[in-house]
Structures are given as C-alpha cells and as structure tokens.
C-alpha cells in the first residue's frame, strides 16, 4: 500500500469513527432523557396525572425506539 492508499484508508477510517461517535452521543443523549422520565415518574408517581403518566410513557416509548433504531445503524455501520 503506498502513501496515498494509506493517507485514503485512514480518512475513510476516522470518518468511519466520527459516524459511530454521533450517533453514540444520540444514544447517550437519548438514554439520559429516558432515565430523567423515569426519576420523575418515580418521584411523583401519585402526584401525577393520568394524562402526564400518558404523556410521559408516550416519550419514553418514544425514545426507546429511537435508541433502537440507532443501535441497529451502529450495527450496521460495523458491518
């Protein structure tokens, strides 16, 4: 391999991990406001009402979908 094969695999390479490390920040980002839903659901579950339980649940479903779907981009992002 000379030089610039090289020089094009390290490019191709570090963008390669710059697309992995975005959409690690989603996940994190993601799971942080899941775990916020959780502790204030917890907190307060008997002060809060019905429709903000649904309201909360719908998010935190929500979200888990969305970390679903960019844990199978960084699958597939491996592969």
Same mark, same amino acid.
């Given at each position: 391999? @000379?030089?610039? +094969?090289?020089?094009?695999?390290? /490019? ?5 991990? !710059?697309?992995?490390? &975005? ?6 980002? @993601?799971?942080? +406001?899941?775990?916020?839903?959780? /502790? ?5 579950? !008997?002060?809060?009402? &019905? ?29």
């Amino acid at each position: 391999m @000379n030089n610039e +094969e090289e020089l094009a695999f390290l /490019e191709a390479q570090l963008q390669w991990v !710059k697309q992995r490390d &975005a959409l690690l920040e989603q996940v994190e980002s @993601n799971l942080y +406001e899941m775990k916020h839903i959780a /502790e204030q659901v917890a907190s307060n579950h !008997k002060s809060i009402s &019905a429709n903000e339980k649904r309201r909360l649940n719908e998010r935190f479903t929500h979200l888990k979908i969305k970390v679903t779907e960019l844990e199978n981009q960084l699958h597939t992002s491996y592969n």
